[in-house]
């Protein structure tokens, strides 16, 4: 058989090893060189091919974690959709495979940081050509999402999603919440995502759409520019009534603009 050998699969079956095209890969194909980050379902590592020597991102997850046992649909939305995409700023999935205890995702590695590492702190002056081309990279990721046959609502749009390489060129990543929009109406109800940068309509248990995106890359520019989020509160409750009720902070948005090749670049009102 091309597929390993799992009593307790999580994921679909890899295409390519159900086909008889090559064997699904297992974990010993892999030196794990170090750990880059942790999100709230998985573990992402460096990793080389010990055949090739590519260098891969994979992420794991753990399949005994209840949290993860809860997003198992989730998880193969999440390939699915993956393997359908190939833009310039989303990060590519190349294959996947599980062993008894983790599935594994063999991704593109991004070479540098997330977007979260550069942000500004808060007063001080931005990088406007910086965040000018992180934000053509982005918008030309969503608009890619939106506009495909089937529309791709990403709905976690937040700096530690977006990775930057060693050109400062950036990746939309983490397709964990990403769902298929089919109708122009508001018919989707899950809330997900991240709570500081969740549209009123989500919170509100109003339905949204693909709009979720854009709302999330208004939290995102505000944040890039200010080195701060519109909305604040000590707890869950008080943020999420905040953010319901356009209540923004009180504090004065500095705009800066800059003469470029005849081009004047202002940054204004954000939401």
Same mark, same amino acid.
């Given at each position: 058989?091309?597929?390993?050998?799992?009593?307790?699969?999580? @994921?679909?079956?890899?295409?390519?090893?159900?086909?008889?095209?090559?064997?699904?890969?297992?974990?010993?194909?892999?030196?794990?060189?170090?750990? $880059?980050?942790?999100?709230?379902?998985?573990?992402? !590592?460096?990793?080389?091919?010990?055949?090739?020597? &590519?260098?891969?991102?994979?992420?794991? =997850?753990?399949?005994?974690?209840?949290?993860?046992?809860?997003?198992? &649909?989730?998880?193969?939305?999440?390939?699915?959709?993956?393997?359908?995409?190939?833009?310039?700023?989303?990060?590519?999935?190349?294959?996947?495979?599980?062993?008894?205890?983790?599935?594994?995702?063999?991704?593109?590695?991004?070479?540098?940081?997330?977007?979260?590492?550069?942000? #500004?702190?808060?007063?001080?002056?931005?990088?406007?050509?910086?965040?000018?081309?992180?934000?053509?990279? @982005? $918008?030309?990721?969503?608009?890619?999402?939106?506009?495909?046959? @089937?529309? =791709?609502?990403?709905?976690?749009?937040?700096?530690?999603?977006?990775?930057?390489?060693?050109?400062?060129?950036? !990746?939309?990543?983490?397709?964990?919440?990403?769902? !298929?929009?089919?109708?122009?109406?508001?018919?989707?109800?899950?809330?997900?995502?991240?709570?500081?940068?969740?549209? #009123?309509?989500?919170?509100?248990?109003?339905?949204?759409?693909?709009?979720?995106?854009?709302?999330?890359?208004?939290?995102?520019?505000?944040?890039?520019?200010?080195?701060?989020? #519109?909305?604040?509160?000590?707890?869950?409750?008080? @943020?999420?009534?905040? =953010?319901?009720?356009?209540?923004?902070?009180?504090?004065?948005?500095?705009?800066?603009?800059?003469?470029?090749?005849?081009?004047?670049?202002?940054?204004?009102?954000? =939401?």
């Amino acid at each position: 058989s091309y597929l390993n050998d799992v009593k307790n699969r999580f @994921l679909t079956l890899p295409k390519s090893a159900v086909e008889g095209l090559e064997h699904e890969p297992q974990k010993t194909d892999f030196n794990f060189i170090k750990k $880059l980050g942790e999100g709230s379902f998985g573990t992402v !590592y460096l990793v080389s091919h010990k055949k090739t020597k &590519a260098i891969y991102a994979i992420k794991t =997850i753990d399949k005994s974690l209840p949290e993860n046992l809860e997003q198992k &649909a989730n998880f193969n939305r999440e390939i699915e959709i993956m393997y359908k995409l190939n833009h310039p700023n989303i990060v590519k999935l190349y294959g996947h495979f599980e062993d008894e205890e983790y599935c594994y995702f063999i991704m593109q590695f991004i070479p540098n940081k997330d977007l979260y590492e550069i942000l #500004p702190e808060s007063g001080k002056k931005p990088n406007i050509k910086l965040i000018t081309s992180i934000m053509k990279d @982005l $918008l030309s990721a969503v608009y890619y999402l939106h506009h495909m046959k @089937l529309t =791709i609502i990403h709905r976690d749009i937040k700096p530690e999603n977006i990775l930057l390489d060693n050109n400062n060129k950036a !990746y939309l990543t983490d397709f964990g919440w990403s769902n !298929y929009m089919t109708r122009s109406i508001r018919t989707m109800t899950t809330v997900c995502g991240t709570l500081l940068y969740l549209p #009123p309509e989500m919170i509100q248990h109003l339905g949204h759409d693909q709009t979720v995106d854009i709302w999330c890359i208004g939290m995102l520019l505000f944040e890039l520019i200010t080195g701060t989020t #519109p909305f604040e509160g000590n707890d869950f409750e008080t @943020l999420a009534l905040n =953010i319901s009720n356009i209540k923004k902070k009180k504090k004065i948005v500095k705009l800066y603009t800059k003469q470029k090749k005849n081009v004047m670049i202002t940054w204004t009102k954000l =939401i």
